[in-house]
């Protein structure tokens, strides 16, 4: 497996941006798919955005869609989401997970996790 260390989180205001972090131990960073997952209290885990290996392929969840970007640096380890045009359903704990081979929209089938990040968007 691999470990996992999200940062970047905030209270931001409706209309801004933050970019997540998330850094990754190991050699085998690029043997793993990697997604952004978020929860938001009283709620499930719910998908966010996902990439490939290589960064060729993205995917994201239709909420978000036009306003995140999900991005990696292989040579560095790390996975990044820059989130625009935040709002206030926004709002969750945000969370880094790396999947061996390819990667899918749930979270059950995701080995690795992070301890999360939170997220907060004013009204």
């Known amino acids: 497996q691999v470990q996992l260390v999200e940062s970047g989180g905030g209270l931001v205001q409706t209309g801004g941006s933050l970019r997540l972090s998330c850094a990754a131990s190991?050699?085998?960073?690029?043997?793993?798919?990697m997604g952004w997952f978020r929860q938001a209290p009283g709620k499930e885990r719910e998908f966010v955005a996902a990439?490939?290996?290589?960064?060729?392929?993205?995917r994201y969840a239709d909420s978000v869609k036009g306003r995140f970007t999900i991005s990696r640096d292989n040579a560095k380890n790390t996975v990044y989401v820059q989130m625009n045009s935040l709002k206030p359903e926004d709002t969750a704990v945000y969370y880094c997970?790396?999947?061996?081979?390819?990667?899918?929209?749930?979270?059950?089938?995701?080995?690795?996790w992070g301890q999360g990040t939170q997220v907060t968007v004013s009204s």
């Open positions: 997970a790396a999947r061996a081979g390819t990667f899918n929209s749930n979270p059950n089938s995701w080995g690795s």
């Open positions: 990439i490939s290996r290589a960064g060729g392929n993205t």
């Open positions: 190991g050699r085998t960073f690029s043997s793993y798919a």
